[in-house]
Each structure stands twice: as structure tokens, then as C-alpha cells.
């Protein structure tokens, strides 16, 4: 008998506990404000078409890009880090 209203207790525990765990997770997320979910631009993985845009774009002043190429390969960037340094390096003067 003992063992039943154990049993019985423990149960309604359980069920207690679950029912306000569903009642947690119902509740509406937190809206982040803007800022916080917008990445940096060094962050955000360039598309392939913006890459052939910015090719394009060097392509007309191929010994400037040039240098830029052999600065990366000197500095040693890789990925996306690759690209936004040929793209500032284009942008001097």
C-alpha cells in the first residue's frame, strides 16, 4: 500500500514537472533587437555572385590586382578574409 502512494506521489510529480515545462517552452520567444542578430561584414560568407561582381569589377586594373594577390599570398589570408583584403586593397588609391 505504502509502495502505490509512493508510486502515486512520484507520478504526479513528474506530471507536475512536465506540465510546467510545456508551459515554459509555450511562451513566445524574446524578440532580440536588430543590432544584436545583424553579423559583421567579415562575418557573412561572400556569395558567388558577388565574387565574380568584384572580379569583374578588378579586371580592369590588372596590375593593381596584382600587387593586391601577391600581398594576400605574402600575409597569408585564406577564405573570406582573402577577399575583403583584395577588396579594400582595390579600393585605395
Same mark, same amino acid.
Given at each position: 500500500?505504502?509502495?502505490? @502512494?509512493? &508510486?502515486?506521489?512520484?507520478? @504526479?510529480?513528474?506530471? $507536475?514537472? @512536465? !506540465?510546467?515545462?510545456? +508551459? !515554459?517552452?509555450? +511562451? +513566445?520567444?524574446?524578440?532580440?533587437?536588430?543590432?544584436?542578430?545583424?553579423?559583421?561584414? $567579415?562575418?557573412? =560568407?561572400?556569395?558567388? !555572385?558577388? @565574387?565574380?561582381?568584384?572580379? +569583374? =569589377? *578588378?579586371?580592369?586594373? %590588372?596590375?593593381?590586382? =596584382?600587387? &593586391?594577390?601577391?600581398?594576400?599570398?605574402? =600575409? $597569408?589570408?585564406? $577564405?573570406?578574409?582573402? *577577399?575583403?583584403?583584395?577588396?579594400? &586593397?582595390?579600393? %585605395?588609391?
Amino acid at each position: 500500500m505504502v509502495r502505490k @502512494l509512493v &508510486c502515486a506521489a512520484a507520478m @504526479l510529480l513528474v506530471a $507536475g514537472a @512536465l !506540465q510546467s515545462a510545456s +508551459a !515554459q517552452t509555450a +511562451a +513566445a520567444p524574446a524578440v532580440t533587437p536588430p543590432a544584436a542578430t545583424e553579423a559583421k561584414p $567579415g562575418k557573412i =560568407k561572400l556569395t558567388v !555572385q558577388k @565574387l565574380k561582381d568584384m572580379k +569583374a =569589377k *578588378w579586371s580592369a586594373n %590588372k596590375p593593381k590586382l =596584382k600587387e &593586391c594577390r601577391k600581398d594576400v599570398k605574402a =600575409k $597569408g589570408l585564406a $577564405g573570406d578574409d582573402r *577577399w575583403f583584403y583584395i577588396e579594400e &586593397c582595390m579600393g %585605395k588609391s
